[in-house]
Every structure is written in C-alpha cells, then in structure tokens.
C-alpha cells in the first residue's frame, strides 16, 4: 500500500476541523461586533467601521504550512511536525476602520474585554514596516480549545488593498504564484500602502480642521 | 543585467509550484529568496560552478535537509 502523502494527511486533518473552524469563526465576529456596536453608533457621517470574516481555506493553510520552507515542499522526515492547528489564523476576523483615528479607539475596545484580554499579540507590519497594524491571535475557549481564531484591525483603505492583493498573490491559480516573493512587486505593494496611508491622514487633517457641526434646523 | 535575465539566459526556468529557478540540465535549482538576497555577480558564479556530484545542487538561503532534498529531486525529476 502506498504510503500517505502529508498533504493527504492534513486535508482530512482540515475538513475534520472545519465545523469547529466554522463555530470559532461565527463566534469571534459576533463578539466584536458587540463590542464595537458603542463605537458605531458614535461614529460621524464619514466614518466608518466594518467587521468581516472569513475561514481560512484548505489550499491557503497548506501554503500557509509551505511558505517557510524554500522549495515548498514539505519535508517526508518531519511528517508529524505539520499540523492545520499550528495555524494562527484558522478562523478570522478584519476590523477596518476609516479614519485612522478611530483605530486605537477599537483596539483598545476590544482589548480590554474577554477573550482578548490575554490573547497574544502579533502586529502586521506595512509601509516598508514603518506602520503596525493590530493583531492578536488566542482562544475563545466557550467554542474550542484547539482551534484558534486571529483579529486584527486595520485602516479602511489599506484593508480593501489587501483583499485584493492577498487573493492576487497568495490564492493563485498559477500564472501569478511566486508574485508575493518578487522584489518588484514588493516594492510596489509597499508605496501603495504608503500613499493610501498619507491619504488617510490627510484626510483625517483636513477633516478635523475644518470640523463644522451641522447647522440645526429651525 | 538583472538577476533574472542572466538566470534566463542561462537557460534556468521558473517552477511557479516550487517558486524555484530550475535547469534540469545542469540539475541546479535556486530559490527565488536566494535569488533575492544575492548579488548579480554571485548569481553568476554559481551559475558557472562544475559540479561533479551527478545529483542537484540546490542553492538556497537555508540549506535544504536530506529529506527536502528527496522530495526535490522526485518532484523535479
């Protein structure tokens, strides 16, 4: 009998987990659209805070577990080192947030409340790493001890960047794989993220500066 | 010259399942992160070195362990 593939192994290893996935997923979202819900309703006409989430796909864990490894192959000698739960981000949840002012607002929010009180935290570095967005990964121990859920919070526009970049570069159907790891590409992702960032504060500047209440009708 | 175009003259082609630059002639393969972080003259040197094993050669940031190794040389053929 053939010996099973590694890849084999941690498909059935995904859709095993993928109900529990699913909980996780549904109850890390619903958790932090309560706790945002004081800070929608105070929002101004042109803010804005948006939660989404999404479960980490098959093809995109087993990239996930791959990227590290030059050759992407997954080494035959290691078998049981590779694991679907050793990823963070099984179960996930974006904030995004516009202006870049309400960000800390959120983080903090959400921060100080269970589960996140003791989550660990992980910022996403952009910008050419002159900027950290908020993340932190854990357990919302109520649904599972095993699988972890991941959120991180993020100014609007950069987020709407990402979306589509990140199925561009990491979700290829072949042409553009290898398109995360070019120097080029990288190069040019990073003045995106740079001018869609001085926007915001720019933005934010004017905004503030020229904050008028609204007139109150007689 | 960029560090592409002379490993494209060299005859090496992209794997996009492996992000590898491949000749199976001269069984050489460089990672795209080597490639990366190496100079075009580096690049160059390696691409001109004998090598006398019979088997690949693998010029990556980290060297590979046997078992990649394997599993390398099985998927590339």
């Known amino acids: ?218 | 010259m960029k560090k592409k175009d002379i490993l494209w003259e060299a005859d090496y082609r992209y794997n996009f399942d492996r992000d590898l630059f491949v000749n199976r002639k001269a069984k050489k393969a460089f990672s795209l992160e080597f490639v990366d972080d190496h100079r075009e003259d580096e690049i160059r040197r390696r691409i001109e070195a004998s090598t006398s094993s019979g088997g690949w050669t693998f010029y990556f940031n980290s060297d590979p362990s046997e078992g990649v190794k394997r599993e390398l040389e099985r998927v590339l053929g």
């Open chain 1, 1 to 218: 009998m053939p010996e099973r593939t590694i890849e084999n192994r941690l498909r059935e290893e995904y859709f095993d987990l993928l109900p529990v996935i699913r909980q996780v997923t549904l109850h890390l979202e619903t958790i932090i659209r309560y706790r945002t819900l004081s800070i929608l309703r105070d929002l101004k006409p042109y803010e804005q805070v948006v939660v989404k989430s999404r479960v980490k796909e098959y093809e995109s864990a087993k990239n996930k577990l791959l990227r590290p490894q030059e050759g992407d192959v997954f080494d035959p000698d290691k078998s049981e080192e590779y694991s679907i739960l050793k990823l963070r981000d099984l179960a996930g949840v974006r904030v995004l947030v516009f202006p870049h002012d309400r960000l800390k607002e959120v983080d903090q929010k959400l921060g100080e409340n269970e589960p996140f009180k003791n989550w660990t935290s992980d910022p996403v570095k952009y910008a050419r790493g002159f900027v950290q967005a908020p993340k932190y990964y854990g357990f919302c121990s109520e649904v599972s001890h095993i699988v972890q859920g991941e959120y991180q919070i993020i100014p609007m526009l950069i987020g709407h960047f990402w979306e589509v970049e990140h199925s561009a570069m990491y979700k290829p159907a072949g042409w553009a794989k290898g398109a995360d790891k070019d120097h080029d590409m990288k190069t040019l992702r990073a003045k995106v993220e740079c001018s869609l960032l001085r926007f915001e504060r720019e933005f934010e500047r004017f905004a503030k500066k020229n904050a008028q209440p609204p007139s109150e009708t007689p």
